[in-house]
Nanobody, 122 residues
Framework: QVRLVESGGGLVPAGGSLRLSCTDS????????MCWFRQAPGKEREFVAQ????????RYGDSVKGRFTISRDNARNTVYLEMNSLKPEDTAIYYC???????????????WGQGTQVTVSS
C-alpha cells in the first residue's frame, strides 16, 4: 500500500511560482512511477507531469511544458512539482498519484493523495 500527502498549494499572482510536494508514508514509493494531475471545477482530471521510478525519465502535458518541472528525492520518499510562470488557467486542485504503469490517464493509477489547491490570480 502507498499513502500520499500533497502540500505547497496556495494563492499566487500570475507570473509567480509555487513548489508542490508529495510524500509517501510507506516503503512502496521507490518502486512506483509518480505522476501529477490537476482538476479544475467542472472539468475532467488532466495529466500534468510524470517521473519514472529512478527519476531518469520524465514527461509533461503540453499545457505546462517549459514552465513546470517534476523531480523526485527517493531518499526522502518525496516527489516535487516546480511551477513557474503561472497563469490563471493553471488554477485547479493538484493531485499526486502513484502506479506501476507508465501511463498518462487517471485510470492507470489507483493510489492518490487528497489534493492541494492552487489558485492563480490575474
Amino acid at each position: 500500500q502507498v499513502r500520499l500527502v500533497e502540500s505547497g498549494g496556495g494563492l499566487v499572482p500570475a507570473g509567480g511560482s509555487l513548489r508542490l510536494s508529495c510524500t509517501d508514508s510507506t516503503l512502496t514509493y521507490k518502486r512506483l512511477h509518480m505522476c501529477w494531475f490537476r482538476q479544475a471545477p467542472g472539468k475532467e482530471r488532466e495529466f500534468v507531469a510524470q517521473i519514472s521510478k529512478s527519476g531518469v525519465s520524465v514527461r509533461y502535458g503540453d499545457s505546462v511544458k517549459g514552465r513546470f518541472t517534476i523531480s523526485r528525492d527517493n531518499a526522502r520518499n518525496t516527489v516535487y512539482l516546480e511551477m513557474n510562470s503561472l497563469k490563471p488557467e493553471d488554477t485547479a486542485i493538484y493531485y499526486c498519484a502513484a502506479g506501476t504503469e507508465w501511463g498518462t490517464t487517471p485510470s492507470a493509477f489507483d493510489s492518490w493523495g487528497q489534493g492541494t489547491q492552487v489558485t492563480v490570480s490575474s
